[in-house]
């Protein structure tokens, strides 16, 4: 790769790009208890399709969506409404499951999705989606909009190839790190039941409550002015908790503003969030590690600080894989927005085992900890390394060798 000047790029509308543009259905389908998944907005985040909360629907309704909203490999969806608006998701597989909230394109040819999909996700593509959103409430991007919107193709197919090849490199890296990470947490949790969860020690565990061995420290209020920084510190917020638990590193913002030595977090400190903004109760009552972040974090209202004699790495196992966030976060209540008082979780009680059975279950996951981190690090170079060079291979400015 050098400097181009000789990649001619032509402007497509999407219904000229794609066969065609569509969404998914406007209907809620019935739950049923088994059947095909309904994927919706919310479902899509940036590893994929989380399926693990997707209800299922009838075959009936399944057919019945599919007449005109039918997934298949190699198209394109992108969330067109909520907090998750503008995501994007290749389908690299042959798909089972029915769409709705989302946007269709309908492509079939593995280069020229893949070409879509880094351009929907770039910050070129993002920042004219979100130039042209409706709605007040519940802000969307409408269908018309997506067919008429334009995007930089080459003219020449191989260079297309090239470019999407080399961007897929990346991704397939991330897409390595990631299953490893899945397998490290398996081991984890596997290894938690096996010891804890499966076989509870009835003779010498002790039944305590949460805040007899574990102390509550909250976050800091910010205003806007005090986040709309370049430097400062990491403010680690309700984006840094994983659905139903572990850490983002993407969700990090920078905060100018004055804070407690107690609001202060390091490599190792557990946390919680105590606020959702839907009501489906995947971050309040949701614990995190915080990794090794290069500068000194803070933490903000969204979320509390756990400290206690007991080592970080059992506890963040016994809420995460023992249910004991799932429980916490009944509790949780509010019209729009799920907030939990760090009061409720005085009077919940767990099960603690012997301090040497804790010690050999750290012993075994704490280095696999520090490997999820290691790798997390990695897909996040590997992902920013990736977008980088995105919009200068889209716009001709590195040339490519065919």
């Avoid at 907005?41 to 399926?51: E, P, Q, R, S």
Wanted: charged fraction near 25%; glycine fraction near 6%.
């Amino acid at each position: 790769m050098g400097r181009g000047r000789n990649m001619k790029l032509n402007m497509l509308r999407l219904d000229e790009f794609c066969d065609s543009v569509r969404d998914g259905t406007h209907d809620t389908p019935q739950k049923v208890d088994n059947g095909y998944k309904l994927i919706t907005a919310k479902h899509i985040n940036n590893t994929g399709i989380d399926f693990s909360e997707a209800y299922f629907i009838s075959e009936k309704d399944y057919n019945h969506i599919n007449e005109r909203s039918k997934v298949e490999k190699w198209d394109v969806l992108m969330s067109m409404i909520g907090n998750g608006l503008g995501k994007t998701y290749l389908v690299s597989n042959n798909p089972d499951y029915a769409i709705k909230n989302l946007a269709l394109f309908k492509i079939g040819e593995e280069y020229k999705a893949k070409w879509l999909h880094y351009y929907l996700s770039s910050s070129i593509g993002q920042n004219l989606i979100y130039s042209k959103l409706q709605g007040t409430g519940q802000p969307f991007v409408s269908l018309s909009f997506l067919r008429k919107m334009k995007i930089p193709v080459p003219d020449s197919y191989c260079i297309l190839c090239k470019i999407t090849s080399i961007l897929s490199a990346y991704d397939n890296l991330i897409e390595n790190n990631t299953r490893r990470i899945r397998l490290l947490e398996q081991m984890a949790e596997n290894l938690y039941k096996e010891w804890f969860a499966y076989h509870k020690i009835k003779d010498d565990a002790k039944e305590v409550r949460i805040t007899d061995f574990v102390n509550i420290s909250r976050g800091l209020s910010y205003s806007s002015e005090e986040i709309e920084c370049e430097e400062g510190r990491d403010l680690i917020n309700l984006k840094n908790i994983q659905a139903f638990g572990g850490f983002r590193l993407d969700g990090t913002k920078k905060y100018n503003g004055k804070y407690k030595k107690e609001q202060i977090v390091v490599e190792g400190d557990l946390v919680m969030g105590v606020t959702d903004m839907t009501q489906d109760r995947r971050t309040v009552g949701s614990v995190a590690l915080i990794p090794n972040i290069s500068t000194q974090s803070v933490i903000s209202a969204d979320l509390i600080k756990l400290t206690s004699y007991i080592d970080n790495v059992y506890l963040y196992a016994m809420f995460r894989w023992e249910n004991v966030s799932k429980y916490i976060s009944q509790f949780a209540n509010g019209a729009n927005v799920l907030h939990l008082r760090p009061q409720a979780l005085k009077n919940i009680k767990v099960l603690l085992p012997p301090k040497v059975e804790i010690d050999r279950y750290v012993a075994n996951v704490k280095p696999m900890i520090q490997m999820i981190n290691k790798l997390n690090t990695e897909n996040e170079n590997l992902s920013r390394q990736r977008d980088l060079l995105l919009p200068r291979l889209m716009s001709g400015k590195l040339e490519v060798n065919v």
